[in-house]
């Protein structure tokens, strides 16, 4: 399985951006999708993770500021990210689970100015 991230980008202290996620030629329905992230200098961390009946955790650090959604059809994903702070600047990667199994995509490189 190949998943497929986009959107980071350069944004200002309070901006917006939405990163997506999808998984290429896969037919199968992942039982969670999420997001995670690498801070400069630190290890990956946990951002937030979406089930495949809908229910959502966030990071203590995102919540009320970033939103996941997805497209089960699709095996797509997204990470809403409002008000950003130069924290938020990160290397962003989508993850899947399918059963025992755990994919991850490349990352999507994303950065906060003050």
Known sequence: VQLQASGGGLVQAGGSLRLSCTAIDSVFRFTLMGWYRQRPGS??????????????????????????????????VYLQMNNLEPEDTAVYYCNAVLGRQNFWGRGTLVTVSS
């Open 43 to 76: 290890e990956r961390e946990f951002v937030a993770v979406i089930t495949d009946g809908g229910g959502t955790s966030y990071a203590d650090s995102v919540k009320g500021r970033f939103t996941i959604s997805a497209d089960n059809s699709e095996n797509l």
